[in-house]
């Protein structure tokens, strides 16, 4: 029951990817453009992508462990042909070019290859585990930096990625790990005092 209603959301936002694409040609200062631009629609079938392997590890797991090298080769060789054929090496999820939906979900593959062939680097962090916090404070960072109008500095690099990586230590430290620590412990339910 899960495959359809993934493949139909896909869809649907590929849809709202495709008319965002095109809206933002025609209509850049419309506030539909805007309010599409700022929705989780367009967007969601990345994550969708990253769900079905999740739901289907076992059988997708082959693909990604040990291989990071050649998921990184096939980024880079489909980075390549874009920029030769099309004049563009851009990754931008919002163009929809002819082959950003697959530099995109390669992408997604170099970042789980990478995550499930070097696995002893996790030693490093000593098991803190700040992928979540990296996930859910990056782009809220980048979005304000842009809305802000801060656009073009190089110092926008490191604080790009130094400021969500501060954000995700803080949460795992203060919210992520307190929160584990809970885990088993047992709950009164208020409801039946």
Known sequence: MAWPILVGAALL??????TLAN???IAPNYNSTSM???NILPYLWVFLVGSTVALSWPRFRWLFAGKALYWIAACGAMTGLNFVVFGTSR??????????ILRLVLLGGVVLSCA????SLARVLRGNDLSYGLYLYH??????????G?????W???????????LAVLSWFWVEKPALALKGRVWVDLGNL
């Open 91 to 100: 990754l931008d999820v919002r163009a929809l070019g002819p082959l950003m």
């Open 116 to 119: 499930y062939t070097l696995r």
């Open 23 to 25: 809206w933002l040609k």
């Open 150 to 154: 801060i656009k073009g500095h190089w």
């Open 13 to 18: 936002s590929l849809w709202a990817m495709h």
């Open 139 to 148: 782009m809220p960072v980048i979005a304000t930096l842009s809305y802000a």
């Open 36 to 38: 599409l631009a700022s």
């Open 156 to 166: 926008l690099w490191p604080m790009a990625i130094g400021l969500p990586l501060v």
